[in-house]
């Protein structure tokens, strides 16, 4: 790979040993290559023809080491824009490993005990969703912490919140981190002046909490006067 010239370059986003994220700026190569297997197993396996791809950042960065991605694929990249389609993909790769820590240690989806394939079928499409919907509000409170609380909450939520944690200021629009930051800490977040945003299982713990507290509010309003 080291004789195959650089075909253009493309902007990802890192983050360093601190939290911090940046914007920084990686070299690609690629091409098409014949991979064979290890010596003593060629009988077993095929040689395959694989797209490599070597993205490189120059220069030594303060914090972390240097991005250096070699990525191996049996889909074509023909020109530069198929080449830094599958390194889009890839750099989202800690996104889909964060979404797995969620079905796994917050979800438990490898306790379950169900025997059938169907059943564990239906089982993971519903905590798909549960798991999404925690991944996605963590990841909306650091991108857009100015939206509004309806965007991501039920009406219903936001009345629990309210009740749970009143807001003595009285915002007219009140921002949705204010709401997260109330689900997070019954998870375990404890709201330092320097701690980071609120991760994905302090939500996932807190939305627990939540959904405990919406079941008995929901009850309250079906029997409590009748």
């Known amino acids: 790979m080291a004789r195959e010239p650089i075909q253009g370059g493309r902007e990802v986003e890192v983050r360093d040993d601190q939290g911090r994220v940046s914007k920084i700026k990686v070299h690609l190569r690629f091409c098409r290559m014949t991979v064979h297997p290890p010596i003593g197993k060629q009988r077993h396996y095929p040689s395959l023809s694989l797209t490599v791809i070597h993205a490189h950042e120059r220069g030594t960065p303060e914090g972390r080491e240097p991005i250096c991605w070699k990525l191996l694929t049996n889909l074509p990249a023909d020109d530069l824009a198929s080449a830094i389609e599958k390194l889009d993909w890839y750099s989202q790769r800690w996104k889909l490993e964060t979404y797995h820590k969620v079905l796994k240690s917050g979800c438990q989806a490898e306790q379950s005990k169900l025997r059938t394939a169907d059943h564990v079928t239906n089982l993971l499409a519903m905590l798909c969703i549960i ?96």
């Open 131 to 226: 798991g999404w919907r925690v991944f996605w509000l963590t990841m909306l409170n650091r991108e857009c912490p100015e939206a509004e609380a309806e965007t991501a909450l039920t009406k219903t939520e936001i009345e629990i919140l309210d009740r749970l944690v009143p807001n003595s200021k009285k915002i007219a629009r009140p921002k949705l981190s204010n709401y997260l930051l109330a689900i997070a800490k019954p998870g375990g977040y404890l709201a330092r002046a320097k701690d980071p945003p609120p991760g994905n299982m302090v939500i996932w713990r807190g939305m627990s909490r939540l959904t405990d507290i919406h079941i008995g509010f929901d009850l309250r309003a079906k029997f409590v006067g009748n």
